[in-house]
Nanobody, 115 residues
């Protein structure tokens, strides 16, 4: 069954690090772009990082220099390395895969940053 599965969330203190993983079904490869979104409690989803199939990346200003998006083609997985985490970055992180101009979403992974 084609799917997108996030993992790696958890509880971390302010300033800590986490690495999120997005495992992508082979049915969605090659993709056009993979996005990581953050949804804080009571707020809309916001994109924090993306990686295009050619390898180029970009980041929201708020995370630039602290988050790194990367991919492992052998595992069909895209990662989001998050460092120097802030309390306002608490929320659910979603992986979004754009394949043949259709959007596919995972179920999300919870990240809690405590002070």
């Amino acid at each position: 069954q084609a799917q997108v599965v996030e993992s790696g969330g958890g509880l971390v203190h302010t300033g800590g690090s986490l690495r999120l993983s997005c495992e992508i079904s082979a049915d969605y490869i090659p993709f056009i772009v993979v996005n990581w979104y953050h949804q804080a409690p009571g707020k809309q989803r916001e994109r924090v990082a993306r990686i295009f199939d050619g390898g180029s990346t970009d980041y929201a200003d708020s995370v630039n220099g602290r988050f790194t998006i990367s991919r492992d083609n052998t595992k069909n997985t895209v990662y989001l390395q998050m460092t120097s985490l802030k309390t306002e970055e608490t929320g659910v992180y979603y992986c979004n895969v754009v394949h043949k101009w259709r959007n596919y979403w995972g179920q999300g992974t919870q990240v809690t940053v405590s002070s």
